[in-house]
């Protein structure tokens, strides 16, 4: 917690609430993930707004002079972190603004990627219950540095929604016990799926030639696509996902000559929008696993 003590503290000074003019203190959430881990946190105690709306990507968002004002508002500024944020535009609006900001994904062991050569830690550490734990838990000491009269109340929401977590860790489980060991192949439009994978013992496999600039498609050449239709075939496996944040129609046509079907669209770097099934953190993941395992088992 020292850690992220210290990044609070790196940008701006903390005002105390009661100097505040507005009658809640605002917190501004980078991603949709963490706006709603806050909410379970902070109650109605405070204002929680989020720079990303439902099905945008975190990693091409590009920064407006709306989300400037919305940081010159925040008392708090919460981030995913390890670079999620594109070229962590989150964390360059807060340090614009002299903006208090804690990184969410602190604590959580990574798994690790080579990026060109360059070895990143994968920030989709919100992918099991037990790391979102460490978000809430990153959270609530976040929101009571700045509001410790009420740090009680924050520890006590999140003590039950990490309940809440544990409940959905052990159902995840029992669902995915219903797909055969050499079954759990998990193709999907790009590497968002490693921490999902290695904790319910999935293979994630990202095909040969595959493009996610711009998000499918963008600049994939003939020979690039004849490469990942091949690359699909290889994996032996009958459904590959396409993610809600991703353009849908490329990865259906390749599925199509690759001779699989899509077996459903998943929740991935945002969540669904209101009155969704996958409007909540729970409910995404909910729905992520009734998806694979009726595509899968």
């Given amino acids: 917690m020292a850690c992220l003590a210290a990044s609070l503290l790196a940008l701006g000074t903390v005002m105390p609430l009661a100097a505040q003019e507005s009658d809640r203190p605002i917190v ?155 079954k759990r192949i998990l193709v999907t439009s790009h590497d968002a799926f490693n921490y999902f994978c290695g904790e319910y013992g999935f293979e994630a496999r990202s095909p040969a030639g595959w493009s996610t600039g711009q998000e499918i498609g963008g600049g994939i050449t003939p020979a690039r696509k004849r490469e990942t239709i091949e690359s699909i075939r290889s994996f032996g496996v009958k459904a590959i996902f396409v993610e809600t944040s991703v353009n849908p129609m490329l990865i259906e046509e390749i599925a199509s000559e690759a001779g699989v079907k899509v077996g459903g669209t998943l929740y991935s770097d945002s969540m669904g929008g209101p009155d969704t099934a996958g409007e909540t953190y729970i409910g995404m993941m909910r729905e992520n696993v009734l998806t694979i395992v009726g595509a899968l088992k």
């Fill in 28 to 182: 501004v959430c980078s991603t949709t993930q963490v706006a709603d881990f806050t909410r379970q946190v902070v109650g109605d105690r405070w204002e929680v707004k989020c720079i990303l709306a439902p099905g945008q990507d975190p990693h091409l968002y590009q920064i407006t002079p709306r989300d400037a004002e919305m940081i010159a508002s925040a008392d708090l500024c919460l981030e995913n972190g390890w670079h999620l944020e594109g070229k962590d535009w989150m964390r360059t609006l807060a340090a614009d603004a002299g903006k208090p900001i804690a990184t969410c994904i602190t604590g959580i062991k990574p798994v690790e990627l080579e990026d060109k050569g360059i070895t990143i830690n994968d920030p989709h550490g919100w992918f099991t219950p037990k790391n979102a734990a460490v978000y809430v838990r990153n959270i609530a000491h976040a929101v009571s540095q700045i509001d410790p009269d009420n740090k009680e109340e924050y520890e006590a929401r999140a003590e039950l929604y990490l309940e809440e977590l544990r409940a959905l860790h052990i159902w995840i489980v029992r669902q995915c016990n219903a797909i055969p060991a050499n």
